[in-house]
């Protein structure tokens, strides 16, 4: 062992008369070379009782044999090379065992510190790395400001250096701030960030306020906490449902670190993607870190939502009560509280300073489509209840909804997952849909599934025969859904339909599209006779008055859709805009001659 052999080299000659015991090695070494300068040692060996001390123990010594070797070569004028890796034990023992100016010129004191400042604190590699040494020497390297005096190059030398690659804030534009930051990220994390990944969390938390303290951007952090989180992270089973595989003390390391680290999120709103939030989000429930830490990771993926895909919200859910398999209540708050930022038009507050971007145009119909995905991905989860299906889809505004066939998937989805449901919880989740909104293709999915409630059959089926009329009198082009004033209600308990009612309903929208699709035929045929047939004056009767006009196609299919009864209800009473319909198809019959 290289102590044994350390002895061996001192002991040849001259025979020891001490011995020094430190961190559980023994030293056989000499008084003189020691107490000429370490005042510790000296005070130690003159203020014995017993003259003739022989051992001496230093149980403490920060560094341990490996730092009490080195003292000891200095001592005796051996010399060793000084470097990142011994330094911070070096100047922890030059104090603890007093080797100072006092007892000797040049002593190891003054050797130590000279390095560092020259040598050690220039670098950021070198700051880091005696940063990272010292956090097994407290509180000695605290004591001799060791810590604070890395923290505080590592801090200097980021800022001054960062300036050459992070954007000044004179843009004003979001795609222009977004883009430098997209392509600065790189470069941050390549130069620098991977060496602060190797500290302790409650230093790296004392690094990152000190570089704020200097002048950095704040949301150039992002990629800094990125990649500290990924690797102190690493292992957690948040993406799947099953019991906890970790020790209880690594789980309370993790838990702080991931504390710490959404409490130096930065405040700007797009400064960290809402992926990386969705994943410290399950981490924070898997490891059930303080509501605090939970509620803050919501709003910020709530005030992002317009970001986010379908993965970010399948949270799985950790409760293991047999609950359901996502987590719908955070889900649930994370859509809260984008509502509450749309409504009241509330923002992150920024300083004066620190204005970010300014909020992007409304994205409600892409966070519509996205509740609409993520209510039909957990739609067949059997453990979903009505009460909770229903809650989290009456949350999506209906302005986020241009079409309904979202809601109607999800819909459909939960219904067969859940045949035992009653009549009254079908209407229920029904009643989330707006059925004038549907497309045809859905209102054809629709007008044939059983598992809906014959009431929101023909709701749909009489939207269609609305839809239909409206088409051949010619108010519509392209065939696109009528915007229709009044809802028809019908789950009111005045409505008793009988199934002969709604047979009817599907043979008289049958018979509209067929004569819908000939008078589109009979429209076509006379265009290519207009066409062919070369224009002559226009005849005017002997008496000099102009002709009638001729009876159109318009007009011959006009009356046999009124041989088709519209729609009408059990009461006997007919729709009430029935009649101005057919009023709005007679101003019409002259349009196609």
Not at 82 to 92: E, G, H, K, V, W
Not at 413 to 430: F, G, N, Q, T, W
Not at 513 to 539: D, F, Q
Request: charged share 25%; hydrophobic share 40%.
């Amino acid at each position: 062992m290289v102590f044994q052999l350390f002895n061996r080299i001192f002991s040849q000659e001259i025979p020891s008369d001490i011995t020094v015991q430190a961190g559980g090695a023994s030293f056989t070494l000499h008084k003189f070379p020691l107490v000429s300068k370490s005042g510790y040692i000296r005070k130690l060996v003159s203020g014995a009782s017993d003259a003739d001390l022989s051992v001496l123990e230093l149980p403490d010594l920060p560094g341990g044999p490996e730092a009490f070797e080195l003292a000891a070569k200095f001592c005796y004028g051996i010399n060793f090379e000084i470097s990142t890796d011994n330094i911070a034990m070096l100047r922890c023992a030059a104090e603890y065992l007093e080797m100072t100016e006092d007892y000797a010129v040049g002593n190891l004191v003054s050797r130590t510190e000279a390095y560092l400042d020259e040598v050690a604190l220039t670098s950021l590699s070198g700051a880091v790395s005696v940063l990272h040494l010292s956090e097994s020497l407290h509180p000695m390297a605290e004591k001799v400001k060791l810590m604070s005096r890395c923290i505080d190059s590592i801090a200097y030398i980021i800022c001054k250096e960062s300036q050459l690659c992070l954007p000044g804030r004179t843009e004003t534009n979001n795609d222009i701030v977004h883009s430098s930051l997209v392509s600065n990220a790189k470069t941050i994390v390549d130069w620098w960030a991977e060496d602060l990944t190797v500290l302790r969390i409650d230093i790296f938390q004392r690094v990152v306020i000190a570089m704020i303290a200097r002048g950095f951007k704040q949301y150039a952090l992002g990629p800094v906490l990125m990649l500290y989180a990924q690797k102190s992270l690493r292992g957690l089973e948040i993406f799947g449902r099953g019991r906890k595989k970790i020790d209880p003390k690594q789980e309370h390391e993790k838990r702080v670190v991931l504390e710490t680290i959404v409490s130096l999120l930065p405040r700007e709103k797009y400064a960290m993607s809402v992926s990386f939030l969705s994943m410290l989000l399950r981490a924070a429930i898997y490891l059930e870190t303080t509501v605090a830490c939970r509620l803050d990771l919501e709003k910020r993926m709530g005030l992002q939502l317009g970001q986010a895909v379908l993965d970010d919200l399948l949270i799985p859910s950790y409760s293991f009560t047999g609950d359901t398999l996502f987590d719908v209540d955070t889900v649930q708050r994370i859509l809260t509280n984008y509502m509450e930022c749309e409504i009241d038009g509330t923002r992150l507050s920024y300083s004066a300073d620190d204005d970010f971007v300014s909020p992007p145009p409304s994205d409600m119909e892409r966070v519509g489509k996205l509740l609409e995905s993520y209510l039909a991905e957990i739609s067949s989860d059997r453990n979903l209840s009505v009460s909770r299906f229903i809650s989290l889809g009456e949350l999506i505004p209906e302005q986020a909804r241009i079409t309904e066939d979202g809601m109607y998937r999800a819909i459909d989805i939960y219904m067969k997952a859940h045949p035992a449901l009653s009549d009254m919880e079908r209407k229920k989740v029904c009643s989330l849909m707006d059925c004038q909104k549907l497309s045809r293709e859905a209102c054809a999915h629709a007008a044939q599934n059983d598992r809906l409630p014959v009431q929101t059959v023909v709701q749909v089926l009489y939207y269609e025969q609305q839809r239909l009329r409206d088409v051949m009198n010619g108010s519509l082009s392209g065939g696109e859904s009528p915007v229709i004033t009044q809802k028809v209600d019908l789950y009111s308990e005045d409505n008793h339909l009988v199934p002969n009612e709604l047979s009817k309903l599907r043979r008289e929208n049958e018979d509209l599209k067929i004569e819908l699709a000939r008078a589109r035929m009979r429209i076509k045929e006379l265009e290519k006779l207009a066409v062919n047939t070369p224009s002559v004056g226009t005849p005017t009767s002997s008496s000099g008055k102009p002709p009638l006009p001729r009876k159109s196609l318009i007009n011959s299919v006009s009356k046999k859709l009124g041989r088709l009864y519209p729609f009408v209800r059990a009461d006997g009473v007919k729709p009430s805009d029935s009649k101005g319909r057919t009023k709005a198809s007679k101003d019409r019959r002259h349009s196609i001659s």
